[in-house]
Each structure stands twice: as structure tokens, then as C-alpha cells.
């Protein structure tokens, strides 16, 4: 049986990282999270957001489609739209997960 060198927090860093490495899905996450209110998560439909970005329609749908299969944003239907909120437990361990490889634990000499 092959050794396992990638563990789960490997893993799942880079599908956060992958899904952030767009200039588009950056603004829709900032975008996203700018519409917190106090009392909730606030949320946004693609029509909402296709105003404010330069993209086609078609490429605001895909960006959306990778933020979601990363888990950081979830999609609500209310009918005809779908609202996209950020999916707040995930976005947490995602940022705990960036922190933890950013601000790596100092080795400590035997």
C-alpha cells in the first residue's frame, strides 16, 4: 500500500486556495462578505453581481460554480434566482486553515 504523504488539512488548503485563485472569485467573496449585516449572512443573486464586475454572465456562473464546490459559498433557490451566501463555517476553517500555513509553528531545536 502506497504511504499517505498529503494529510486532510493538505487537502483541503489547496481546494480553498484553488478556489481563491481568481481575481473574480475574490471580489465575489469580498463581494459576499461585505453584505454580512449583524443580524445574519447577507446574500446576493448573480443578477446583483453581474452589475458590478466586468465578466459575462456565463463566466459570473462558473466562478460561482467553484466557490461553491469549494464549499465557501452555498446557493439558497428562491425562485427564478438562486442567492449565494458565504457558507460561514467553512469560510472559517478556510481562514483558519491559511492562518495555521501562514503563521507556521517555530521548529524547536532537540
Request: net charge neutral.
Amino acid at each position: 500500500m502506497a504511504k499517505k504523504v498529503f494529510q486532510n488539512d493538505h487537502l483541503e488548503l489547496a481546494a480553498v486556495a484553488k478556489a481563491l485563485s481568481h481575481p473574480a472569485r475574490i471580489y465575489i467573496m469580498e463581494r459576499l462578505l461585505s453584505e454580512n449585516r449583524c443580524d445574519g449572512v447577507g446574500c446576493c443573486t448573480s443578477g446583483e453581481m453581474i452589475n458590478d464586475i466586468p465578466i459575462a454572465r456565463s463566466t459570473l456562473s462558473q466562478h460561482l460554480k467553484e466557490l461553491k464546490a469549494a464549499g465557501l459559498i452555498q446557493g439558497e433557490v428562491e425562485l427564478p434566482t438562486i442567492r449565494y451566501c458565504v457558507d460561514t463555517k467553512n469560510w472559517e476553517k478556510a481562514k483558519n486553515l491559511l492562518i495555521e500555513f501562514l503563521n507556521p509553528k517555530e521548529c524547536k531545536e532537540k
